[in-house]
């Protein structure tokens, strides 16, 4: 039978976490005590860090405050609140050690599964208590992991060594691949944006509100690493017409020139990079990843065009025009199968500009969810009736204060490295515009004319 854990109309909470849990013991199991205990970038925590805050959280949520029981271990609510202490001072802490985080994790799930025993039983309790409707805190748990699961693949990226992770390679490029159009129009008007209905939406995608929006042009494909080397070749990087100035002035004093991890080979001037400890040469057809919003943006004006706004990219994501409806994904409202996205560590890269047909949007636009995170041009700000939930710290503690300028760049649609639980066209993640580890590329767009609509 198909697995349909991830379906938003049969949710199957103890099938996400048992998913999410393998996860994080893949991926800290592969190292041993002490590199998981240093820090390998000051931008990110050890390992061992996320791997007993993932617990913490899950004693919080799913054992103190789904389950009313007694805490196990209060004593580590500050060590792993994520807000007392800045990244770089994790490694200083004193930390549990990796044998004893796993038993932490594991005592911890063992009484986060009686709890969800428990309330499955008790039907009334589950409508009435908005925690608990529909699974929604157990989904928000599993979301958590994943989440961190991905910043924890973000850290086996950016450390040093021999490679202790593989996968098998993405498919090919689909035959008609290199015959797509390059843009693809999405139509004007209104589009219902957000969700008040989506079981497992977080606070930040709710609730449901009509934007209008002009007529587009979108990239039919994210950009690929061969258009980027054109716009470094052409001297992208030194010309600040396409800059930010603070983009501008951040490159200069970093000395961009490349997308992180690429170095270009003296003898040959051919681009290598740097992929989970291997080093090979920059694949031309895949999208372009390790981009900061700087990068995507400069590029942008460099090819005539601009970023699109959150708005845009999600108007193309989940809008059908045939229907006026928002599905959950470009495709519609099931999967995400396999042949629909490449999400879910399947592969420890992007799969070719022009991969999964299957997953093509109504406008024809592919790769919308998976493969590389995209830059928006918008802030991260809250959308008409935002309200926290079921914690401040998620979301609200990121918006801008009134009056004050943004500190933050929305990105859409998800990474190889996300999995299918915290992935739909309504999903919202969000970075400092200076920011290079994640695994994002973008896309570009432009304006329509009116007399654009109805012609292909
Ligand atoms: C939504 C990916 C920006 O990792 O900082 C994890 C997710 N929030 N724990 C992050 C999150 C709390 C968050 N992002
Ligand atoms: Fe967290």
Known sequence: PRDRAHDADVLAPQAVLEAARRRTLALTDCLDDDELMAQHSPLMSP??????????????????????????????????????????????????????????????????????????????????????????????????????????????????????????????????????????????????????????????????????????????????????????????????????????????????????FWRRDGASGSWYRRRFGRVEPVPPEQPVLHVCWYEADAYARWAGRRLPTEAEWEKAARHDPATGRGTRYPWGDDGPEPGQAGLGQRHLQPAPAGSYPAGAAPSGARQLLGDVWEWTASDFTPYPGFAAFPYREYSEVFFPAPGAASAYKVLRGGSFATDPVACRSTFRNWDHPVRRQIFAGFRTCRDAAPADEGRP
């Open 47 to 260: 390992l061992g860090w996320d791997l007993a805050h993932i617990g913490n959280q899950e004693e919080i949520w799913l054992v103190r405050r789904a389950g009313g029981r007694p805490a196990l271990r209060p004593d580590l609510d500050d060590l792993y609140d994520a807000f007392r202490h800045p990244r770089a001072d994790r490694p200083a802490l004193p930390l549990l050690r990796p044998d004893r985080a796993r038993r932490y994790l594991g005592e911890v799930r063992e009484q986060a599964l009686e709890v969800l025993d428990a309330i499955s039983g008790r039907a009334a309790d589950q409508e009435q208590d908005p925690l608990l409707r529909r699974g929604f805190v157990f989904g928000m748990i599993a979301q958590h992991e994943q989440q961190h699961d991905e910043t924890m693949l973000a850290t086996h990226q950016l450390r040093s060594g021999p490679p202790v992770l593989d996968a098998p390679p993405p498919p090919p490029a689909p035959s008609d691949a290199a015959t797509l159009p390059a843009e693809v129009l999405v139509p004007g008007g209104p589009f219902t944006m957000g969700t008040s209905t989506d079981p497992w939406a977080l606070d930040n995608e709710r609730p449901a509100h009509t934007v209008e929006l002009p007529p587009f042009w979108l990239d039919t494909v994210p950009v690929t690493n061969a258009a980027y080397q054109r716009f470094i070749e052409e001297g992208g990087y030194h010309d600040a017409r396409w800059w930010h100035p603070d983009g501008w002035e951040h490159r200069r004093r970093e000395g961009l020139e490349a997308p992180r």
